[in-house]
């Protein structure tokens, strides 16, 4: 049985640095498909339904799989992130007593979490004098697949916190919002202008709902996917990339506000 998943042992020790980014994505993964299992069987009542019928086999499955690698993927990615967590407290410390007293665990979890991490974190103790030697860059070349979520995540200079200088869109939470409604909003668009998320009257879901027309209260508001007409639509999916766009960390050192003579005085 070793020599059989000897392979895999190699390929996951192998991956060391990507260990949270694969283990994050596996559990969000079967994560969806338990819930899509749980809102199909239970709220869609897609066992009765003759238009979900053919979804039944796959949702089944989707079902089994998922929860199987919940079970084995789940607690291990919450060990990961805890550990994680930790280290980017530790990380954000400027205390010297309390990096001295929390050293040890926070070698360990660098040490968990791969190479990289454990160069970050010996690049923190050097700036405030627990380690000696110099540091290295860890930025550019030496990163980890998860850092564009974290720095979209934790951000506080966004693109669109540069544009409007309003205090309210350096705000990580809103941020985030406004994120993820753009990512959710760009995709619904997109697949209803290729594939079509409306009922035609043969009760299929293979319309482009036009978005104009349906907010007129227009009695045909659908036509046969793929449709790409609705200047509406587009409209819509634009402003939706933008959102998501405008989100992410802006590039370069902020540029601070410059006070006049008179605000000196």
């Not at 949702?59 to 799989?65: C, E, H, K, M, V």
């Not at 766009?245 to 410059?258: C, D, F």
Request: net charge negative.
């Amino acid at each position: 049985m070793n020599g059989i998943f000897a392979p895999l042992k190699r390929w996951w020790e192998s991956q060391r640095d990507r260990h949270l980014f694969i283990l994050g994505t596996v559990s969000f993964l079967s994560f969806s498909m338990v819930m899509w299992s749980i809102i199909y069987f239970f709220f869609l009542g897609g066992t009765q339904d003759p238009d979900l019928a053919h979804l039944t086999d796959g949702t089944w499955a989707g079902l089994f799989i998922g929860f199987t690698v919940l079970i084995f993927a789940g607690p291990e990615f919450i060990h990961y992130q805890g550990k994680w967590s930790f280290l980017m407290e530790i990380l954000r410390s400027t205390s010297r007593p309390e990096l001295g007293r929390q050293r040890k665990e926070a070698e360990e979890a660098a040490t968990l979490l791969g190479s990289v991490w454990s160069a970050r974190l010996k690049a923190h103790f050097v700036e405030h004098g627990l380690a000696k030697g110099r540091a290295k860059s860890t930025e550019g070349a030496e990163s980890v697949p998860e850092d564009i979520l974290i720095n979209w995540w934790r951000t506080e200079d966004s693109r669109f916190s540069r544009m409007l200088d309003v205090e309210i869109l350096r705000e990580p939470w809103l941020n985030r919002s406004l994120g993820s409604l753009g990512f959710i909003a760009s995709i619904l668009q997109l697949c209803n202008m290729s594939f079509g998320i409306v009922r035609n009257a043969a009760e299929e879901r293979v319309n482009t709902l036009i978005i104009w027309d349906w907010l007129n209260g227009e009695r045909i508001d659908s036509v046969p996917a793929p449709y790409f007409d609705d200047i509406f639509g587009w409209l819509i999916l634009l402003v939706a990339v933008f959102f998501l766009w405008s989100s992410l960390p802006a590039s370069g050192v902020r540029p601070e506000p410059i006070e006049s003579p008179m605000e000196e005085e």
